[in-house]
């Protein structure tokens, strides 16, 4: 156990001292979170190279040109504002913003028009990101904030016209693990095992509320002993974004599924996972050192998107996302390049991201819009009018 692992473990002890027990979304918010040892707040954490997973920003650039292309598109579908807003939450290491940003640079009116916000909870990851921004030269472009709230009191931010953007956000969110029983419903709780690690035991509901982030339709399929996750961070972190948004798009890549399928599929209980060193992991061990993950429920995004205003333009694959916006002129132009064997490898990382049965269909897209028709720009957004 390193010392990091160590700060986490005292700091579980310490918050199971009352009831001798967590819930899962308690435990996995100070496994990842704590401000010192969390997972995301350890000194080494990093993604890509060296890290525990790869990001698709991590992969190959053309994720963030792509998604710097799509967003370009919104401030047209918007009226070219000035300025224009472009908020990403959880940002990792930054490889997204700066490659976006950079590709922005090819219109000058819009970079001009552009102010690029990073809400990040951790500041050893804001530390990396502004020295990425920096090296990529557009750090001057970039204001950072720990929170949506944070965003909401800024004198020169408040709410904005604009887009709020996410990869991988939601899927890093605490979420707690439930079972549907013979008489109703019961909650997993974590707990010490008594030799250095830890259980799993099954109780009450911790708040009854938990269960209205599940869809009927899902309650309907569920069979006594079957197990799923229900994530309330997400719902309040969309609610919060669709209030502070005055007009304009949120574009959501992650993983996960609509409801039923998406908890249909986890009902033996791996909602949950962990990564340690780009391997699968026990989610229980190596607490504080290893990613955990759960798949996001689009659904909810959606319902609880709507309550604040934001309605569902359209909801798709990364493979539409990529596909509608140049990854295929650029995999043609490095196809030109036949003795190019450089051309060759960047070729199969932008198909890898692209591709169906992989990346492509893994990571699904939700754009949401606020003070829009939603009928009306369906149809002019490239990511949903993508035909392969
Ligand atoms: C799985 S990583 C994804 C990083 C990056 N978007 C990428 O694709 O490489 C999750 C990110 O979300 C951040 N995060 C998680 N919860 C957050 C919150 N409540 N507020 C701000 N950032 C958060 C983490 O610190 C981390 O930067």
Redesign the pocket.
């Known amino acids: 156990m390193d010392e990091g692992m160590r700060i986490v473990a005292d700091a579980l002890a310490a918050r199971m001292e009352d009831t001798g027990r967590l819930t899962f979304a308690e435990f996995m918010q100070t496994a990842?979170?704590h401000p010192d040892a969390g997972y995301?707040?350890r000194p080494t954490m990093t993604?890509g190279d060296g890290g525990d997973?790869f990001?698709?920003?991590?992969v190959h650039p053309i994720f963030g040109a792509c998604v710097a292309r799509q967003i370009h598109q919104f401030w047209r579908l918007l009226g070219s504002p000035e300025p224009f807003t472009v908020l990403?939450?959880?940002?990792?290491?930054g490889?997204?913003a700066a490659d976006l940003l950079k590709t922005s640079q090819q219109d000058p009116q819009y970079y001009e028009a552009l102010r690029y916000v990073i809400?990040?909870?951790?500041p050893r990851?804001r530390k990396k990101q502004f020295a990425h921004a920096r090296e990529q030269g557009v750090d001057q472009k970039i204001g950072w904030v720990?929170?949506?709230e944070e965003v909401q009191a800024h004198p020169k931010l408040g709410s904005f016209v604009g887009v709020i953007v996410?990869?991988?956000?939601f899927?890093?969110?605490p979420v707690h693990r439930l079972q549907r029983t013979e008489d109703g419903y019961g909650e997993f709780y974590i707990e010490e095992d008594g030799e250095g690690g830890y259980r799993e035991v099954l109780g009450e509901l911790s708040d009854p509320a938990l269960l209205d982030l599940l869809d009927e339709e899902t309650k309907g399929h569920l069979d006594p002993g079957d197990r799923f996750e229900v994530c309330p961070?997400a719902g309040e972190?969309i609610e919060s974004m669709g209030r502070l948004l005055e007009r304009g798009f949120v574009l959501t890549v992650d993983y996960g599924d609509t409801a039923p399928d998406m908890h249909l599929r986890h009902v033996r209980g791996d909602g949950v996972r962990a990564f340690y060193r780009q391997a699968p992991a026990a989610v229980l061990e190596q607490v504080g050192a290893q990613?955990l993950?759960a798949d996001v429920d689009f659904s909810l995004l959606m319902r609880r998107g709507e309550q604040a205003g934001l309605a569902t333009v359209g909801y798709t694959t990364q493979m539409h996302l990529l596909g509608g916006n140049g990854l295929l002129h650029k995999v043609q132009e490095l196809q030109q390049r036949w003795f190019d064997l450089n051309a060759d490898a960047q070729m199969q990382k932008m198909l890898g991201l692209f591709l169906p049965h992989g990346l492509g269909d893994l990571f699904k897209v939700l754009i949401q819009g606020k003070g829009i028709d939603p009928e009306a720009v369906r149809g002019r957004i490239s990511t949903l009018t993508f035909e392969p």
């Open positions: 990842l979170y995301y707040n993604i997973f990001t698709s920003p991590m990403e939450m959880g940002a990792g290491v490889t997204l809400v990040e909870q951790g990851l720990d929170s949506l996410t990869n991988e956000l899927d890093a969110l961070a972190v990613d993950t």
